[in-house]
């Protein structure tokens, strides 16, 4: 029975000490399961306090990291407490760690996640004008957290990739529409990508597509070369003459 009331006293003991030796981080907006939930351009404040038994909080001194790098404060803000606030987030705050931690005892620390929601950027109208046979792609923004949904539609319904020879393709950045040959009967008109968020409302890029007239284009890879060769002819020849005409003369003399 006094081995049970000893560690029941241990436990308890243990619970306070780790509760009171220990930092708090605070967050605004509010930290809830580890992570804070944010969005871009925001603002996030974040304060450390010392609190324990050991060791005065007032002159416990505290750093901050970002991803186990170190981040300078300023002077003066890491006795006992220290504020730190992001602005404005970023994507590439996006994941980010922020750790609070004892400087000289590292295993005392506290650390928040950060959540960063956005919508991908894309809305208005483009217009793209193509020729005939010639290759059309159009591209609209899905860079979004979280994912989000796309599709794409020709005279407001879905297209129909295998019929009008499209190729879509998604790298998480950019969604991509693409026609290695256009024809003016099947592919110019009014296209949209919309795109579907679970936390933002939906949103839509249009584009008007023109198909013209193919256009008779020389071939510089060749006409260049051409050029450059009958200047050479033609510099070859005038020497020749040149030379042959000083013969001449001298003979003549």
Known sequence: MMM??????????????TQISGLVLQSEP???????????EKTVSLTCLSEGAG?????AELVWLR???LISVAAGNTQGSSRLCVTPV??????AIFTCQMKNDSSVNASVQLEVTYAPLHSGMEEVSVE????????CDVFANPPVLVSWQRHGAPIDLLEGGFLLTNDGCKSRLKVGQVDRAAHQ????????SPIYPNSTKSFKVTVTDKTVQFETDLIFPMIAGLVVIGCTTLLAIVSRWRRITQCCK
Do not use: I
């Open 132 to 139: 005939q046979t010639r290759e059309l792609e159009l591209s």
């Open 67 to 69: 991803n186990n790098q």
């Open 55 to 59: 060791h005065d909080p007032q002159e």
């Open 189 to 196: 008109g009014p296209y949209s990508c919309v795109t579907s």
């Open 4 to 17: 049970s009331v000893k560690g029941s006293v241990f436990l308890l003991g243990l619970y306070f000490t």
């Open 90 to 95: 970023t994507h590439k705050d996006h994941g």
């Open 30 to 40: 509010a930290v809830s399961g580890g992570f804070v939930q944010t969005e871009l």
